[in-house]
């Protein structure tokens, strides 16, 4: 048995290009809590330089863990690597999906699926 319901519709797709380094937003949870199932982050440029995953509600940022078991908080890429995110993520009202590169041009790609918990 679930404990959540989820809207019936197909999942929504994530696609966005980090282009800075400042937190880009991959989704917001506006008005109904999301459940994320999976997403990828890629780096595009061959660069070696930071990147932040995490859940920040307005106040606190919550850094996520990967599939590897590697937590995101600054840590430094492999160039031209993909790292997966499949563990799934609920992202409460109000709370944002976030990936922050060190590298002002960003250079990194993200893409995954998310659905509206209703």
Do not use: C
């Amino acid at each position: 048995m679930s404990t959540f319901q989820y809207e019936g519709r197909a999942p929504l797709p994530i696609k966005v290009r980090v282009t800075a380094n400042t937190a880009t937003t991959i989704v917001t949870a506006a008005s109904n809590a999301l459940y994320v199932p999976w997403f990828q982050v890629n780096e595009i440029n061959g660069g070696t330089h930071n990147l932040t995953v995490d859940v920040y509600d307005g106040t606190n940022a919550v850094y996520q863990g990967d599939d590897a078991g590697a937590t995101w908080n600054a840590k430094a890429v492999t160039a031209k690597a993909s790292y997966k995110f499949t563990n799934g993520l609920v992202i409460p009202i109000g709370s944002l999906l976030r990936v922050t590169s060190s590298d002002a041009s960003g250079y990194f790609h993200v893409n995954g699926v998310y659905q509206i918990v209703v």
